[in-house]
């Protein structure tokens, strides 16, 4: 299972690292190792916490500013994990990614054998991110990610996983794009009735939204991965979607 969580659900009102909802996370994904569940994690929230030790309340449109946010988050982001994750016996490995890595068949194959020695060994957790911290010149280069929806998509094929599960602080995809209306509870195809209940993001710590997310979700669908949208903030969402229950928004061929 891969586990890709968003800024909203890691900053707390305050901006910072939100240390209960590590804690309860950490808790669930330790429970899936212990029944023999492979998890990969995959963490927004390196540019938020550094836009909160900077005093900063909207993401920077600067990049070097977002880079700096970005180098000052990534640390504290880690130390959040790896404490909460010590708890439990285990501890996080940390894997910053770029477009490019999956340019290089190379680089590809020796990043699937680092992920493989990392779940092989039963007590790490890894935990990807986009890597922000490039200079200016590979970033106008690189065709990046964009946010980390996408991101999760290209680890879930890596890794070969059954299912990506990404968390939210919304309950799914609903049938009108500000979050309102009827939640939508299966999917087996991206047409363009399904594509028209998408929306852009509305936070400032945070880029991609719904577009993102349907985006990952067609992308899945075509490799056969089932993919699940849930609200991270419900009680134990990660055991329960494990056990079948019906959360969130699941695409699944039929």
């Not at 938020?48 to 988050?73: D, V």
Request: proline share 2%; hydrophobic share 40%.
């Amino acid at each position: 299972m891969v586990v890709k969580v968003g800024s909203g659900l890691l900053t707390s009102s305050s901006g910072s690292i939100s240390k209960s909802f590590v804690e309860s996370l950490c808790r669930q994904i330790a429970t899936l190792k212990r029944k023999k569940v492979g998890v990969i994690l995959v963490s927004s929230g390196a540019i938020s916490a550094g836009m909160t030790a900077l005093g900063l309340r909207q993401r920077p449109k600067e990049l070097p500013l977002l880079q700096a946010c970005a180098t000052i988050g990534q640390p504290l982001l880690m130390s959040a994990y790896s404490r909460a994750l010590t708890e439990h016996g285990l501890c996080a490995a940390q894997i910053l990614m770029t477009g490019w890595d999956l340019d290089s068949r190379r680089i590809y194959r020796n990043i699937q054998a680092t992920l493989n020695k990392l779940l092989g060994l039963g007590k790490c957790l890894p935990i990807f991110n986009e890597n922000d911290a490039l200079s200016y010149e590979e970033i106008e280069m690189l065709s990046r990610f964009g946010d980390n929806d996408r991101l999760a998509g290209q680890v879930a094929l890596l890794a070969k996983a059954t299912r990506l599960v990404i968390l939210s602080g919304i309950d799914g995809l609903n049938t009108s794009p500000d979050g309102t209306g009827d939640l939508i509870r299966r999917v087996a195809k991206i047409d363009e009735k399904i594509q028209g209940y998408a929306g852009q993001t509305q936070s400032q710590r945070s880029v991609g939204g719904m577009i993102s997310k349907l985006e990952t979700a067609r992308t899945m669908l075509q490799a056969g991965v089932s993919m699940v949208i849930a609200n991270g903030l419900e009680k134990d969402v990660l055991l329960r979607i494990q056990r079948g229950e019906s959360l969130g928004t699941w695409f699944e061929r039929k």
